[in-house]
C-alpha cells in the first residue's frame, strides 16, 4: 500500500514537472513570438520613416501672379518700358525647413534679357508655402534690330519668360542638412490693352 501511495506521489510530482515544462515552454514561445513581432514593427517604422520624412526632395520655385504697376509701349525707342509685381513662392515639402540664399529671376523676351527681380534670402517651414512679393522693372534697351518685337507690340500681346536657381539647405532635426536647389523657368503673356500678365506656366 505504502509502495503504491509512493509511486503516485512520483507520477502526479512528474506530471506536475511535465507541466511546469510545459507551461515554461509556451512562455518561451509568446516571448519569441512578441519579440519577432517587436522586431517586425520596428523595422516597418523604420523603413516607413526612411521613405517619407527621411527622403529629402528638392522645394519648388514659382512665380504664382504678377501684376503690372507701370506701363509703356508705343513705336517709340525703347519700345516697352514697364514696372511689376510678381508673387513668388518656395514650396517645401520636407518635414524639415528650407533655408535659401539670396537670388534674382531674370526675365527675357526672345531670348534676349529685358530685367531682373531681386530675392531675397528667407526660410521654407517644414511642409509649407513661403509667398514673397518682388518688384521688376522690364525695358527693350538691349533688343536690337528685332522686327517681331514692333509686331508683337501692334497686335497687343507680348510673350515674355523668366528663369531663376534658387539655392538652400534643408534641415531636419537639427542633426541633418542636405544642400537642394530649384530651378524655375516660367513662360507668360504681356496683354497690353488690359495690362494684364496671363497664362503663365512654370515647370
Known amino acids: 500500500m505504502a509502495e503504491q501511495s509512493y509511486q503516485q ?7 506536475a514537472a ?54 509703356t509701349a508705343a513705336a517709340t525707342n525703347p519700345p516697352f518700358n514697364m514696372k511689376l509685381n510678381a508673387q513668388v513662392a518656395v514650396k517645401n515639402t520636407n518635414f524639415g525647413h528650407f533655408k535659401f540664399q539670396n537670388t534674382t529671376i531674370s526675365f527675357d523676351y526672345g531670348g534676349v534679357g529685358v530685367g531682373e527681380a531681386f530675392v531675397g534670402k528667407g526660410r521654407s517651414k517644414a511642409r509649407s508655402t513661403k509667398k514673397m512679393n518682388v518688384t521688376v522693372e522690364l525695358n527693350s ?7 517681331s518685337l514692333q509686331s508683337d507690340i501692334e497686335s497687343g500681346f507680348l510673350a515674355l519668360s523668366c528663369h531663376s536657381k534658387l539655392i538652400g539647405k534643408v534641415q531636419l532635426m537639427k542633426l541633418i542638412k542636405k544642400k537642394k536647389s530649384s530651378e524655375m523657368k516660367c513662360d507668360m503673356v504681356l496683354n497690353l490693352v488690359t495690362k494684364a500678365v496671363q497664362d503663365i506656366k512654370c515647370q
Open 18 to 71: 511535465e507541466v511546469s515544462m510545459e507551461l515554461k515552454r509556451k512562455k518561451r514561445m509568446k516571448l519569441l513570438v512578441y519579440a519577432l513581432a517587436f522586431a517586425i514593427f520596428q523595422t516597418i517604422v523604420i523603413l516607413v520613416f526612411s521613405l517619407t520624412v527621411m527622403r529629402i526632395k528638392n522645394p519648388k520655385f514659382r512665380v504664382q501672379s504678377i501684376t503690372v504697376e507701370d506701363l
Open 141 to 147: 534697351n538691349n533688343i536690337v534690330n528685332n522686327s
Open 9 to 15: 506521489r512520483k507520477t502526479e510530482m512528474e506530471s
